[in-house]
């Protein structure tokens, strides 16, 4: 290479050189300052997250949740649930409400024993699926497990929502206690007997499955599908923010699902409301012939419901709110079929045809100014329908006992001393409720921190649970008799109806041999007194703890 060659590359080196220096030392800057970032990244997360296990979650946390998006193929799911963890313990008493006339005798007497077992039991185990699909279509699905564990009693009082004979001990009642939910169907009774079959409606863990409509007629919604019908006040409301661990015996008669439509109008900020539904309303109000939930109609007919509500007073400051409201359901239970003796046997669906109708009626109210926290609610009901045949038991005006009596007569349809042809009869109920809650009243700020997250309530029932066949005319005509309850509550919020903790102990007041007795079929009232009405005042009052969470 000659002389000038070699200037000429030196020259370029000279150029280069310096060049390719700054840029080492750039790129040299740039990765030490990415060094010195991750650096103090790390030193943080040492700071906030003590061990490995805690950086991991966090990082984990900060990837997937809380509050993370969770993406679906269409549309925005929002899931949420409730857990009732319930603890209850029972008066014992081994006599059951119609007396013990042959203890340990098949059909001999009646037992209280299955219904005052102190026992833990998982109440509800809900999970709510709620899809919005597109801004005017969202719908909903839920279940609950927790409806497939049997067994337990019910409450306020043991005795039961709809008491129509003794329990002696060989029923499908009590074989769902021993072992289960499935040899109570297998045995395929219910109590005193009463035959309905292996292939009874099963009770199922599908609660709500309906489609909702908004958004497209003013002031209107739209919903399809299995849900609570709407009528009266607490029966709807959500199972989280129930004032009391159970609904009243009256709220009970209408909490049951079913498959409709229901139009839903609203105006002056939901200050006025109204609904209108037609619905399957399979079986009857009684439930004595298969539960309402989960299953298809049983006659050709619809029931239709209306509800109106009105707020005259709505969060005012000073005054509070006040709300009222009327609720009914008219429809025609049955088929084709007429009585149930030896000479018009029931055949299929064919259950007498029934005009059935109910009616609930409640006021609601929450002071403001000085008194707000304090709450008062009332609610009343009235239903009307038919039992299923060989449902409601008789007593034997001999020996005031419900045992097989007047067997002559029914011994065609082999099932002494149940009632044959019942004509349509009445139940009444009422509610009064009062309660003070320590976080919504003026005292939230200066209260110990100890007590402002209690709430104490208190409420008063009456409901005709009980129904037996008449003395006279005891296979047509039913009795029906008034159980009382007083129940005191104590709340405990610890994050709102999210999680709280419930206290509930309810005085259960019977009836017994001397109780008022209405003539369901025509509302006339009597005494029932001497051996004709041997009723056992069960002792029966209870204390019940819920434990839940919701979210």
Do not use: C
Request: without cysteine; aromatic residues 12%.
């Amino acid at each position: 290479m000659d002389l000038r060659k070699w200037v000429f590359v030196l020259a370029l080196v000279a150029l280069v050189l310096p060049k390719m220096t700054r840029a080492a030392d750039d790129d040299l800057r740039k990765e030490l300052d990415k060094v010195k970032r991750e650096l103090e990244e790390m030193k943080k997360e040492r700071t906030s997250a003590k061990t490995p296990i805690a950086s991991a979650q966090a990082s984990v946390e900060n990837k997937y949740g809380p509050n993370a998006a969770v993406t679906t193929k269409q549309g925005k799911l929002t899931i949420s649930g409730l857990v009732q963890v319930w603890y209850y313990s029972i008066q014992n008493d081994n006599i059951g409400f119609f007396g013990d006339v042959s203890p340990r005798v098949a059909l001999g007497g009646d037992t209280n024993e299955m219904k005052d077992n102190d026992s833990f039991a998982i109440r509800r185990a809900q999970l709510r699926f709620t899809m919005d699909i597109h801004e005017n279509v969202s719908a909903v699905v839920m279940i609950d497990p927790a409806r497939a564990i049997t067994g337990r009693p019910s409450f306020p009082t043991n005795v039961g929502l709809f008491t129509r004979g003794r329990e002696d001990g060989f029923s499908g009642d009590a074989a769902a206690v021993r072992y289960g939910e499935d040899a109570g169907r297998q045995f395929g009774f219910t109590s005193f007997g009463a035959f309905i079959g292996t292939n009874a409606p099963s009770k199922g863990i599908l609660e709500d499955a309906y489609i909702n409509y908004h958004g497209v007629v003013p002031h209107h919604d739209f919903t399809v599908g299995q849900y609570k019908p709407f009528l009266g006040e607490e029966g709807i409301r959500s199972d989280a923010s129930l004032d009391f661990i159970e609904r009243s015996m009256i709220g009970q008669t209408y909490e049951s699902r079913d498959t409709g439509l229901t139009v839903h109008g609203t105006w002056w900020d939901d200050r006025f409301q109204y609904w209108l539904g037609a619905f399957n309303d399979a079986g009857n109000w009684f439930q004595s012939a298969g539960p309402q939930q989960n299953r298809v109609d049983d006659n050709d007919n619809k029931s239709f419901t209306w509800r109106v509500l009105v707020r005259p007073l709505w969060k005012n400051e000073t005054w509070g709110s006040l709300e009222l409201g009327a609720s009914g359901e008219h429809g025609i239970h049955g088929e084709a079929g007429g009585d149930r003796t030896a000479g018009n046997p029931v055949d299929g669906l064919g259950f007498q045809k029934t005009s059935a109708n109910r009616y609930y009626a409640w006021a609601s109210y929450r002071p403001g100014g000085p008194v707000k926290g304090w709450w008062l609610k009332g609610e009343f009901a009235w239903l009307k329908d038919r039992n299923a045949s060989l449902y409601v038991a008789q007593v034997n005006p001999a020996t005031g006992f419900v045992n097989p009596g007047n067997s002559t007569f029914l011994a065609s349809v082999g099932a002494a001393g149940l009632q044959i042809a019942p004509n349509p009869s009445s139940r009444t109920g009422f509610y009064f409720a009062t309660g003070y809650k320590i976080s919504d009243s003026v005292f939230k700020d200066s209260a110990p921190g100890w007590l402002k997250n209690f709430e104490f309530a208190f409420r008063y029932e009456q409901f005709q649970n009980v129904q037996v066949a008449d003395l006279v005319n005891f296979n047509r005509r039913t009795d029906v008799f008034a159980t009382d309850v007083w129940t005191g509550g104590i709340n405990y919020y610890i994050k709102g109806d999210n999680a709280k903790i419930q206290i509930n102990y309810n005085v259960v007041d019977n009836p017994d041999a001397g109780a008022t007795v209405t003539r369901g079929f025509t509302g006339a009232v009597g005494t029932a007194t001497g051996p004709r009405r041997n009723f056992h005042a069960v002792d029966n009052n209870s204390l019940v703890v819920n434990f839940q969470v919701a979210w």
